[in-house]
């Protein structure tokens, strides 16, 4: 009996690992808005993990993956705004609500949880889609970041070129694990 | 019923072993296969004073470098401790790719024009992968002044040196960056039969990080032994970098007079000692020309 009841066991375990869904490749890009110029950057070495079984999700992104289309923006975002060395990476972990994984086509979904930039960490509530593929999960989404929430601090000569707000866009299409 | 409490018990055990495994396991995922990452910025401009720092220009971005270095300190207020004679270069950096320069450049200095190639072949990694940059600097330098009307045949190729080294530099915290110079100068012509054509000096250069955008530089230039004695002695420079945005300035003091290679490393007759210091400057700023992509 105790065999049959480990067994068991031992497969809802196997089962949940199969309910795990994640990629490497995520793309987060996010836009700077001021009338005097818009500055873009992107990076798609992204790591974002999903746990369906508990609804937890993570995301994780080198701040040194992020490229700019100059050379000395990418230079000032490392060395003066992110300080990427000391803070190397970007990560949000929380979960998911609103999903109902049976469910096909897109749906609306929040995610709760803690987003960490430049060593501050503040909890945000964000939402997004989410999509069940053949293959596993597409998620998206859209929100904005402060840079005063995380100590991001804009000298004011820069001030109209750099925006306060930050609009971040993510799109992750995981995959079973 | 025994058989029944024990499954429950291992089934409790199982699942709480894999609750918290599922927490830990998550964050896990980032820490397998994390590749190393390329180390930057280990100086704010491409020259740490007077010498190549690692730094180059990214690709497709222009940077126009325009320094001084005035007169003697020491002149007093008669010359405005300097300021009443300047020596002026004017360079333009080009990015071909991120890790390869090429540029030209004139100094008021001899008249001198330059051409110089810059290549980053080893990149600092972190997570594996090398502990040091490695860059190669070339420079051609033409001299520009008159020949003088001394009888003594001269040709144009008389007017050529140039100038070979390799930096060898490691960003050693965020706030840390030393750099290793040895260069190699050679001149077609030298001012007499004694005096060596080739000449080596071993550098070494840092710059330490004050806050986001001010550090303090320093580097000097040992002179190799020469076969004869002569007047020239090592290069000491001293300064800081601010940078403003789209410029870094460089202010600094330094013993030696001429911005290119050959004069620095190898002709700079001025001593610390002495008090004979000039005050200068090297000012970047950069443009996009280029695609990035």
Known sequence: MKYILLFVCCTVATLAQAQRFATRDARIAFLSETPVEDIRAESTEASAIMDLANGQVAFQVPILSFHFPKALMEEHFNENYMESERFPKATFRGTVNGLDAAQSGVQNVTAKGTLEMHGVAVEREVSGTMEQTASGWVLDARFDVPCADHDIDIPKVVTENIAEVIAVTLHAELKAK | ?293
Request: hydrophobic share 40%.
């Open chain 2, 1 to 293: 019923m025994r058989g029944l409490m024990l499954g429950a018990l291992a089934l409790l055990c199982c699942a709480f072993t894999h609750a918290v495994y599922a927490q830990d396991d998550l964050m896990d995922f980032f820490d397998e296969g994390g590749a190393p990452s390329t180390v930057t910025s280990a100086f704010k401009a491409g020259r740490i004073i007077n010498v190549q720092s690692p730094e180059t220009s990214g690709k497709g971005e222009m940077n126009f470098i325009i320094a001084h270095r005035f007169g003697r300190i020491s002149d007093g207020w008669y010359a405005l401790f300097g300021l009443d004679n300047a020596q002026m270069r004017m360079g333009l950096d080009y990015g071909v790719t991120d890790q390869l320069q090429v540029g030209v450049a004139r100094s008021s200095f001899g008249k001198t024009l330059e051409a110089n190639v810059k290549w980053r072949f080893v990149e600092q990694q972190k997570g594996g992968g090398s502990p040091v940059s490695l860059t190669g600097y070339s420079v051609l330098m033409r001299d520009g002044m008159r020949f003088p009307a001394d009888g003594i045949v001269r040709k144009d190729v008389h007017r050529i040196s140039y100038v070979h080294q390799l930096v060898v530099s490691r960003k050693c915290s965020p706030e840390l960056s030393l750099a290793l110079v040895p260069s190699l100068v050679h001149r077609n012509l030298v001012d007499n039969a004694e005096m060596a054509n080739d000449v080596g000096t071993i550098g070494a250069g840092f710059r330490y990080k004050l806050n986001n955008r001010l550090s303090v530089n320093g580097e000097y230039h040992y002179l190799l032994p020469r076969p004869v004695e002569d007047d020239f002695v090592n290069s000491l420079s001293l300064g800081l970098d601010i940078e403003t945005g789209g410029h870094v300035f460089q202010l600094h003091v330094t013993n030696s007079r001429g911005m290119f290679e050959r004069a620095f490393l190898a002709e700079t007759t001025s001593r610390w000692q002495d008090g004979d210091l000039y005050f200068g400057f090297n000012i970047n700023r950069v443009f996009q020309v280029g695609d990035r992509r």
